[in-house]
């Protein structure tokens, strides 16, 4: 078993793990770690814990120390001058007429190195651009397009259900989101009230996902497919239609044909029009 630690570099960002030594450290504590980028600054967000050899990364690098007051006016000197490094590269990009677009500036620790993130439709020639950063900050440069998940995840924003967007917030990585998922869950599949602020799929898709369906000799089965909307159904007021399915009170709403009256009525107390029963 091997000692680790869960960091995090960014809101909402991925966890690294890290071997503590013989630091004592708990969740919230602000570390300095070892990466392939050099010294960086993060948070502890997973404290110590146990895991087996084969299930960590190698090579599994060390957290030097807990972060002093020194280290934490670093940080927070390196955030001010990254907001100068954005405005400057954005006249650089004008100057330039690049078709880019700047999402994020970003200082290594140690101030090795200068990343920018930038978003485009296409590959972006950006040599000059590069030749003319470096000239100004006298460090390494970096230019890193991302996907426009990813500028979500950096930018944030308020999602259709008024809340900050969950990138932005808690998840660390992003899930596979697919069509089959809202259909799966009866939603509207207007693109307009499925998609994010990224224009995909928004990723709370998937929260519910796992309660629509059941594990059955090994193959995923739609909980669902038992009823679908527009099925024809007999209740304890007569025969009737389908018109909504509700997954999670386990209900069903059905337009009786008799009296065109819509009732709620419990899965088991529904049964479809094409399955025989006792009269």
């Known amino acids: 078993m091997v000692r680790v630690v869960g960091v995090r570099f960014k809101k909402a960002g991925k966890i690294?793990?890290?071997?503590?030594?013989?630091?004592?450290?708990?969740?919230?504590?602000?570390?300095?770690v070892e990466t392939a980028r050099g010294l960086e600054y993060g948070e502890v967000v997973v404290g110590p814990k146990d895991v087996?050899?084969?299930?960590?990364?190698?090579?599994?690098?060390?957290?030097?120390?807990?972060?002093?007051?020194?280290?934490?006016?670093?940080?927070?000197?390196?955030?001010?001058?990254?907001?100068?490094?954005?405005?400057?590269?954005?006249k650089k990009i004008q100057e330039h007429g690049l078709e880019m677009k700047l999402v994020d500036v970003e200082y290594t620790f140690d101030r090795s190195k200068l990343i920018f993130y930038f978003t485009a439709d296409g590959r972006v020639d950006f040599r000059e651009l590069v030749k003319d950063l470096a000239s100004i900050f006298r460090t390494r440069i970096e230019l890193r397009q991302i996907g426009v998940r990813d500028e979500a995840k950096m930018v944030g924003g308020l999602g259709p259900c008024g809340r900050v967007i969950c990138c932005h917030t808690f998840l660390g990585e992003f899930d596979p989101v697919s069509i089959k998922m809202a259909k799966q869950q009866n939603l509207s599949l207007n693109p307009g009230k499925i998609s994010g602020l990224c224009g995909r799929l928004m990723c709370c898709l998937r929260y519910e996902y796992d309660n629509y369906k059941s594990q059955e000799n090994g193959e995923d089965v739609v909980e669902k497919e038992r009823f679908e909307v527009g099925n024809e159904v007999f209740t304890s007021f007569g025969e009737g239609i389908i018109t909504s399915i509700n997954e999670q009170k386990g209900t069903i709403e059905v337009e009786l044909k008799e009296t065109k009256e819509i009732k709620e009525f419990l899965k088991e107390e529904v049964v479809k029009n094409d399955v025989e029963i006792d009269l």
Do not use: H, W
Not at 55 to 72: F, G, H, Q, Y
């Open 16 to 32: 690294y793990y890290f071997n503590p030594g013989e630091i004592e450290l708990n969740t919230g504590d602000k570390v300095i």
């Open 52 to 90: 087996k050899e084969e299930d960590i990364v190698s090579p599994l690098k060390d957290v030097l120390r807990k972060a002093t007051e020194e280290d934490d006016m670093i940080f927070e000197e390196n955030k001010r001058r990254a907001q100068e490094a954005e405005i400057i590269a954005e």
